[in-house]
């Protein structure tokens, strides 16, 4: 067989095999084939019958033309569709018999993954979060049917292998001690620890974090571990600060540990002891020792640090979403009003951990969804973003006779959700890989290692790894990640790397599936309450793209002062001509653009009796964004949001504009995301947008007289807008660029 000949003009060499049958020995070939590839081929093949290539002289001997191309065509006893099994790398009896949905493992040609990965959900093919990155393949976790996966296959090009899903976090536990050491070396001489002179920082408030791991050590210098009560060590002696460090290098070890290539690990390590060895805090100082952490921490000064915080409190519960001492504390820690250092801080909590033993037979989303299962305080402070938890685990030993709960890319188990749908902030912001549940003949469900993630263990050399889970282990995964957008955009904000990575989540088919065929916006709750926002996506918060486009503003606001007069008081307006490409935008016509955009500030808190069911006494500070209709000038713009703006508690009229969660959704908590999909020529006539204040406790007018005219309280914010026009052929990206060139051109002539 004439290899060569199938690995070129649109064809490409998947898989070779060769051995020897009863008929004698056999090779066997499988190619990808382009339409391209498909019409090379069948004209070669019918070159072969028709045509022969010229006559050639040999010692005076005429010797005729073979058919041309002989060589390959001879060599082919048959030409079939290849089914699946074409593909499959692992032992044929593991190829899946049943014909429901299945989990197959993938391996992609790295140049064709993401256009892979993008186009399945359209076939019905789920792709996990998680990626193994080898020096020619990337391997991803799908689930499907044999139909559709074939079907995918079929319609996108890359796929160059199919296997077993890979190993689990229960291998490499189970494993003996000498053995577990073997992988951490074996990682270790691969793992390469980035030297950026300005590093960000994942600063764990935990139980501390032990530097006796190699894979740790580097990352964490041993000036870099403090306590929130100086009479306590800084040794991690539970281990669960230990594991969430593991998480916020790696991230799961049991995709990392399977990996033969380099390994990078870009963030660096920061340990403030949170909980004491014996004992817990006490309620009423949760706030003050969490200040004192983080007091604890900034004597090293200035660094950027993602705080990340996996302990709450049940005993607040029921809370309802209103604001506690201990969230009202991380409120005024993130506007930088409390600590030792004036400035603003990102902070990520856990949503907090359901009890096993409250699940029964029933569906056990009914068991999240209950009121005694909300989240647990301080996860519901405005300005921190709050980790749930999802899972993309449900693989299973077959011997062990079990099923796992939650579907592939629905909600943990563990995780709790909001016993709230409207007035305070819509939490969790995101959810992130918390593991899933094992069930047996009879409740409770259990963990299970398949189902777990893996980590590094505190104990080493005794043990290297453990399993990890829940709502924790979740918010160590967002940190790694939140971290590394920061490290790439070390120039931003606090309040903008939170509006980036929270309006970068996106829902997973399973957790779309709860929504009814034609959703209204109240449909929308259910899933806000479990899930925010969704999944992050590191990749699409990263990137500014031809068709999906991302334009970021920062700026300020004075959101109240006073009139001339000094007896009114008014709201400052901050109005945005977005430099949209208009002409590209024309041309699509009816196409369908989504906008999406996202609003985030930090707000001053006040968290008093008369404050707690009010979301306009709470915050210091209350914005909104606006867009103008299509065709709407910006006079009338204008003067519609001024009239809107001037309503006490915020627009009381309806102002959807065809806006996919509305109001009710968008307009609670400090981080405000909306989306909508509209004509491309309409949104080409809708380039105005307003960011304006409504009710909040500075408005009052015994707090504004403290303050001269010019030093009226101003506040920052992130104005994040994204256009996503999908599949669609045109480079949107071009005309922007020419567009904010321009204006930056213009601000800088003014400016000189």
């Not at 309620?283 to 604890?296: E, F, N, Y």
């Not at 509209?678 to 409504?694: C, E, F, I």
């Amino acid at each position: 067989m004439k290899r060569g000949s199938l690995d070129a003009s649109g064809l490409s060499l998947l898989k070779f095999e060769s051995g020897s049958t009863e008929t004698g020995d056999r090779e066997l070939a499988t190619v990808f084939a382009t339409p391209k590839g498909i019409a090379n081929l069948r004209q070669k093949v019918e070159q072969f019958g028709s045509e022969d290539m010229p006559d050639r002289e040999k010692d005076g001997v005429i010797i005729p033309g073979r058919p041309k191309n002989a060589d390959l065509v001879q060599s082919l006893g048959a030409i079939t569709e290849a089914g699946l099994r074409g593909l499959w790398r692992s032992p044929a009896a593991a190829f899946p018999a049943d014909e429901g949905a299945q989990f197959w493992e993938i391996w992609l040609d790295p140049e064709c993954a993401a256009a892979f990965v993008e186009k399945a959900p359209a076939f019905g093919v789920t792709i996990g979060a998680e990626r193994l990155l080898f020096p020619e393949d990337i391997v991803v976790l799908a689930q499907a049917t044999r139909d559709v996966l074939a079907l995918l296959i079929r319609r996108a090009q890359g796929t160059r292998a199919l296997a077993v899903p890979a190993t689990t976090a229960d291998f490499f536990d189970g494993l003996p001690v000498q053995e577990q050491t073997a992988w951490v070396g074996e990682m270790a001489r691969r793992t390469q620890y980035d030297v950026d002179p300005d590093p960000g920082f994942v600063t764990l408030l935990d139980t501390g974090v032990s530097r006796a791991h190699p894979l740790l050590q580097p990352a964490l210098h041993p000036d870099d571990r403090f306590a929130a009560n100086f009479a306590w060590g800084v040794e991690d002696v539970k281990g669960h600060g230990t594991q969430l460090a593991g998480l916020a290098l790696f991230g799961d070890l049991t995709f990392t540990l399977q990996q033969s290539g380099p390994v990078t690990v870009r963030n660096r390590l920061e340990s403030v002891k949170l909980l004491p060895d014996a004992g817990v805090n006490p309620h009423h100082l949760l706030g003050a020792v969490t200040r004192q952490a983080v007091d604890a921490v900034e004597v090293t000064w200035p660094r950027r640090r993602t705080f990340t915080m996996a302990t709450t409190t049940g005993e607040d519960s029921p809370h309802d979403g209103a604001p506690t001492s201990w969230s009202s504390e991380v409120d005024q820690l993130c506007a930088g009003i409390s600590g030792n250092i004036p400035h603003k801080r990102l902070i990520l909590v856990s949503a907090g951990n359901t009890d096993n033993f409250k699940f029964g037979a029933g569906d056990y989303l009914a068991t999240c969804d209950h009121a005694d299962n909300e989240i647990e305080s301080p996860a519901q402070a405005w300005n921190a973003i709050c980790v749930g938890a999802y899972t993309e685990k449900t693989a299973l030993p077959a011997a062990d006779s079990l099923s796992h709960l939650a579907p592939f890319g629905d909600l943990s188990p563990a995780s709790r959700t909001a016993s709230w749908t409207s007035q305070w902030p819509l939490k969790p912001d995101i959810v992130m890989e918390g593991g899933n549940w094992a069930v047996a003949s009879s409740p409770p469900p259990m963990r299970h290692g398949w189902l777990s993630l893996l980590t590094t263990h505190h104990l080493y050399p005794e043990r290297s790894f453990q399993f990890t889970f829940d709502t924790s282990a979740a918010t160590a995964l967002a940190a790694k990640q939140i971290t590394e957008l920061w490290t790439d955009y070390p120039a931003f904000w606090p309040e903008t790397i939170r509006g980036l990575y929270v309006s970068s989540a996106r829902w997973t088919p399973q957790m779309r599936s709860h929504l009814p065929h034609s959703p209204s916006k109240g449909s929308y709750a259910r899933l806000f309450q479990r899930y925010g926002y969704g999944v992050p996506d590191l990749e699409r918060a990263r990137r500014s793209a031809s068709n999906a486009l991302t334009l970021v503003v920062e700026d300020t606001i004075r959101p109240y002062g006073f009139s001339d007069s000094g007896s009114d008081v008014l709201n400052e307006m901050k109005f945005f001509t977005l430099p949209w490409p208009v002409e590209a935008l024309r041309k699509l016509n009816d196409a369908q653009i989504k906008l999406r955009v996202a609003l985030s500030s930090f707000v001053a808190p006040n968290p008093s009796e008369n404050a707690r069911g009010n979301r306009y006494r709470y915050a210091s500070h209350n914005l909104r964004f606006k867009l103008n209709r299509a065709g709407e000038k910006a006079l009338q713009f204008k003067a519609r949001i001024s009239k809107l703006a001037e309503q006490v508690n915020g627009p009381t009229t309806s102002e959807e504009d065809n806006w996919t969660f509305g109001s009710d959704r968008r307009d609670v908590g400090s981080l405000h995301i909306d989306e909508l999909t509209g004509k491309a020529s309409d949104l080409a006539r809708r380039n105005l947008l307003a960011v304006h204040p409504v009710t909040g406790w500075w408005k009052s007018k015994s707090f504004l007289r403290q303050f001269a005219d010019e030093v009226m309280p101003q506040v920052r914010f992130a104005l994040i807008v994204e256009i996503d026009a999908g599949e669609i052929e045109t480079d949107l990206y071009a005309e922007v660029k020419s567009a904010i060139e321009a204006m930056t051109a213009t601000r800088n002539a003014i400016e000189n």
